[in-house]
């Protein structure tokens, strides 16, 4: 019992992180896919909100949603993230580079394939200023604009523009969410659905990767175990 005890005192943040950032959000993504796939029509609550938002309708905000939905497509995203992987190159920080490639392809992969699989139909409710004729869910939208947000977050952990990121990131994710909706090109479940797998593949990925084991902010100076393996990764590929 003092063993266990010892462990759980030592290791009860990375146990949290797993809870909170990994379990729950799969969790809430399984309820949402488990209903989708079993009632075509999906949640009693998606037609009403979307609605309701489509009721505060005007040529302004046709305007505006058009063209800020476009920052949460990949093509938008893409050079972002490459600039970022190009820095990261230039630093010679190969473990938050490594994090970032796996955490951005993956995403769009889980993406790519969650749609084919759960063939969800895009809600009908009227015509739309940017049709889509792919399929709804996940939303792509909400996880490329979630899923950019937190790798932000990852690896400025630690350093004074994490919060900011946190703050900033937030309003932009809930804009691109907004944007699908008011476009009426995806349920509010496609767009919250998004959000959780996103978050639970970016964590689940750092806690593997774990480029917060050091500072890794972008902004300071590069850290010289980002160049090398952890000792536990070096016992696992039989280094010395």
């Given amino acids: 019992m003092g063993f266990v005890q010892k462990l759980l005192i030592t290791h009860w943040p990375s146990l949290l992180v ?30 009403p909100i979307l609605v309701t938002i489509h009721s505060l309708a005007q040529p302004k905000l046709d305007a505006f949603a058009v063209m800020f939905t476009k920052l949460g497509s ?15 190159i230039l630093q010679r920080r190969w473990r938050s580079l490594t994090y970032l490639v796996i955490t951005a392809a993956g995403s769009a992969i889980i993406n790519r394939t969650a749609k084919e ?12 200023v940017t049709p889509e004729f792919t399929y709804s869910f996940p939303s792509g939208h909400a996880m490329t604009s979630m899923t950019l947000i937190a790798i932000l977050v990852v690896l ?4 004074i523009w994490c919060w900011l990121v946190v703050t900033l990131g937030s309003l932009y994710v809930v804009a691109i969410g907004w944007t699908r909706l008011y476009l009426g090109v995806h ?3 496609d767009i919250i659905a998004g959000w959780m797998v996103a978050i639970a593949w970016a964590i689940g990925v750092s806690l593997i990767i774990r480029p917060y084991s ?13 160049t090398k393996l952890l000792t536990e990764e070096q016992q696992l590929v039989g280094e010395e």
């Avoid at 990949?74 to 990261?88: D, G, H, K, N, W």
């Fill in 74 to 88: 990949f093509r938008t995203v893409l050079p972002i993230l490459s600039t970022i992987a190009l820095i990261l």
């Fill in 156 to 159: 400025t952990w630690g350093s």
């Fill in 187 to 189: 349920f509010p479940s």
């Fill in 18 to 47: 797993l809870l909170v950032g990994v379990y729950l959000p799969l969790q809430i993504f399984g309820l949402l896919a488990l209903e989708v796939q079993q009632n075509v029509g999906g949640f009693p609550w998606d037609l």
């Fill in 117 to 128: 699989f759960w063939h969800r139909v895009r809600p009908h409710l009227w015509d739309s």
């Fill in 214 to 226: 050091y500072s890794t902010s972008i902004d300071s100076e590069k850290p010289v175990s980002e």
